[in-house]
């Protein structure tokens, strides 16, 4: 038996697809904000785990040596300090050999 679609029914369906459209792009934008809150907070992690990183092993020159070192290239050659220079940008400041120096780590 053949069932003629009305104008009434047009507009439920069209509306039920508007919705469910809305539906999942309000679905997909909040994953898109999950995903750029989860990376945002890694890499402030990995900031501060980088951070500490540069400092013990200074401390550890300091330590051993009896001062601190004058450049973070020292830690990379004696004490086997290894840095992502690809993703993070290492600012030390040495202010001499009996001053902690000073490490800002920046995400590229």
Request: proline fraction near 4%; charged fraction near 20%.
């Amino acid at each position: 038996m053949y069932h003629e679609t009305t104008y009434e029914e047009l507009r439920r369906k069209r509306r039920r697809y508007l919705l469910i459209a809305v539906a999942i792009a309000l679905v997909a934008v909040v994953v898109w904000r999950g995903y750029a809150f989860s990376q945002e907070s890694t890499q402030e992690q990995a900031s501060t785990s980088i951070r500490a990183a540069v400092m013990q092993a200074a401390l550890q020159c300091c330590a051993v040596e009896g001062s601190y070192p004058p450049s973070i290239d020292h830690l990379r050659n004696h004490y086997g300090l290894v840095i992502n220079d690809r993703d993070y940008q290492v600012t030390y400041e040495w202010m001499g050999d009996n001053i902690p120096p000073s490490v800002v780590v920046t995400a590229l």
